[in-house]
């Protein structure tokens, strides 16, 4: 307890208490920053609010399926292009904790989830903060503000484009981070075996990022004889708890991912499009403040007066960390640098979804280096060390102008891909066909972000865009489309064919040609689904055109419709419905 304290109003006013209630309006900011602003200031809403790309409705809606079965022994069918027998494939972690969070609120799963991938950001910037603290509670102070770059252009992607479970996982493996200097906990095994367990089913490429950085921290506690022995046990039992606890999942992991994304080294520069983030993107002057915090750790670690010191610094003896375990910080930022390039050597992409957290796994380089220029300008006071961290706060939220000096929160306001008319028309076919039927999607304006489709809860058939294009630049009206079934298809459609073994549906002779994508004839469905309005008029005139002829038939009847979207109900499926003519 910091022994400066303030009298009034009966109250005692301590640089803790104070320290203790900046944290927790920092947790506020950053959430009104990252997910109000969003969301509308809205907790709930009346569609999936926000969500920007095909991949948060492949969550949403794989999310919202466990849900209604109660379980998640087998993807939702509609997920896997109409399998009932396909195990869930994917890491849980996420998925139950949005439903968990869905009936404790009341809120619809699809805030809720949305909503946890914000919160548990925001706890990966708070327990960053503790575990700097256990260094320096002034450069824990002066590392907060750049975490709020989570917020910039291009880690934001990984919220609004649906990178959930990878920051899921790097939360957990931020918690790893704290662990590691909790001297005194007991049962360290069972925390690491917990965390190990987390971050594996959270994102299995995260648990390869979080052994790479056990191995960092190993070989320095080796290379420092500092109770390596002793941690190596931890780990070790630890990792036997997360097998242990894991095994169910393992083995599908084994007989899914594996065999369909094999390790292949290769190098890659790019991201198909997506924008990565650089070093470069945090601007010159951050850059400086992190360069002077790696000189802060060398001259801790090469000044005969710290070597002389050992075992007995301040940290140490306060925190009960360890000795010599100073240079953790540094190890955390090295390790953040090794897996972000890790691009270079083979990891592909995954590099890349590990540099959204870049802001929070290079504060404490930033911190110290702020905190090294304060100290050479002998003015590190209480009042000095919140007043430059509230400036920067100031600067990296857009509260304050840098003039584009700084990089700073970049603001999304909108409703996204989905809307109200396009989400009632998917609940109305929820509600009204069976199971089997088959739906057919002409063209939508967000058709392209396809498992946007899965929220129909049947198997989504879409026409190719570019041959309804066709068909108009022809001025003709197609009834036989090239279609593509919306599918998450990346595990192969594992089954399970005994208890320890699994087949896959994908590739199997048997299963070739179960829903393949391939020419479809559009008076096979049960029911069509068409846009009427689009912000391309062409396309929605065309939609209105096929409509219209196939009404003609006195079988295909409109059965829903809204100031968007208009589906029929085919009661003849098979029989000739729409005759190929010009426009």
């Known amino acids: 307890m910091d022994k400066k304290e303030k009298k009034g109003f009966g109250m005692k006013l301590t640089v803790s208490n104070f320290e203790y209630a900046y944290i927790f309006l920092f947790l506020f900011l950053f959430l009104y920053l990252g997910c109000a602003n969003l969301f509308d200031n809205k907790i709930s809403h009346d569609f999936p609010y926000g969500y920007l790309a095909s991949d948060t409705f492949q969550h949403q809606t794989r999310v919202e399926g466990i849900k209604n079965e109660g379980g998640y022994n087998f993807e939702p069918f509609y997920i896997v292009k109409g399998y009932k027998d396909v195990v869930g494939y994917y890491p849980p972690i996420i998925y139950h904790a949005g439903i968990i969070f869905s009936y404790m609120s009341g809120l619809q799963t699809y805030d809720g989830l949305y909503f946890l991938v914000f919160f548990f950001a925001g706890m990966a910037s708070v327990t960053m903060y503790f575990f700097i603290r256990k260094f320096s509670r002034d450069a824990a102070l002066l590392s907060l503000p750049i975490m709020l770059l989570l917020f910039s252009q291009k880690p934001y992607i990984g919220f609004v484009w649906g990178h959930w ?290 929220n129909a809860e049947r198997v989504p058939f879409l026409a190719f865009e570019t041959d309804i294009i066709d068909a108009i630049q022809n001025r003709t009206v197609k009834r036989y489309y090239n279609t593509e079934i919306s599918t998450d298809s990346g595990a192969g459609f594992p089954y399970r064919k005994s208890a320890f073994i699994l087949g896959m549906h994908s590739g199997e002779k048997s299963n070739e040609n179960f829903n393949a994508p391939g020419v479809y004839d559009i008076c096979s469905f049960d029911y069509v689904v068409f846009d009427k309005a689009s912000v391309q008029p062409v396309l929605a005139q065309y939609n209105i055109i096929v409509a219209n002829d196939m009404i003609k038939t006195g079988w295909i009847k409109p059965v829903y419709q809204n100031d968007l979207a208009v589906i029929l109900k085919n009661e003849k499926p098979g029989v000739d419905c729409l005759e190929e003519r010009s426009i």
């Not at 320095?220 to 002793?230: D, G, P, Q, S, V």
């Not at 801790?300 to 140490?316: D, F, L």
């Not at 990089?407 to 996204?416: E, F, L």
């Open 165 to 454: 479970p990878s920051l899921t996982a790097q939360y957990l493996l931020v918690a790893f981070f704290l662990a590691v200097t909790l001297a005194a906990i007991e049962y360290r095994w069972l925390v690491y075996g917990i965390l190990f367990t987390g971050v594996m089913l959270s994102h299995t490429s995260e648990f390869v990022f979080l052994g790479i950085f056990t191995i960092i921290y190993l070989v320095y506690l080796l290379i420092t004889k500092n109770r390596f022995i002793e941690e190596l046990k931890n780990v070790i039992y630890g990792g036997i708890l997360a097998v242990a606890v894991s095994a169910y999942y393992l083995l599908i992991f084994y007989n899914s991912w594996m065999k369909t994304q094999p390790y292949e080294f290769h190098i890659t520069t790019n991201w198909g499009g997506t924008p990565i983030l650089m070093l470069g993107d945090f601007g010159y002057f951050v850059l400086f403040f992190m360069m002077l915090g790696v000189v802060y750790f060398a001259v801790m670690t090469y000044s005969k007066k710290n070597e002389k010191k050992a075992g007995k610094n301040k940290i140490e003896k306060e925190e009960n960390i360890g000795k010599n375990l100073h240079l953790i910080p540094l190890l955390v930022s090295a390790f953040a640098l090794i897996v972000g390039y890790a691009n270079y050597f083979g990891f592909d992409f995954r590099a890349y979804q590990s540099r959204f957290f870049w802001p929070i796994y290079l504060s404490a380089l930033f911190g110290f280096g702020i905190l090294i220029a304060i100290d050479l300008l002998k003015v590190r006071k209480k009042s000095v060390i919140f007043g430059v961290s509230i400036a920067a706060i100031l600067l990296f939220s857009g509260f304050v102008s840098s003039g584009g000096a700084l990089p700073a929160y970049s603001k999304i306001n909108s409703p996204g891909l989905m809307n109200l008319n396009e989400w009632q028309s998917f609940k109305w076919i929820q509600d009204n066909t069976n199971s089997e039927d088959k739906i057919f999607f002409l063209y939508g304006d967000v058709y392209n972000q396809d498992a946007i489709l899965r």
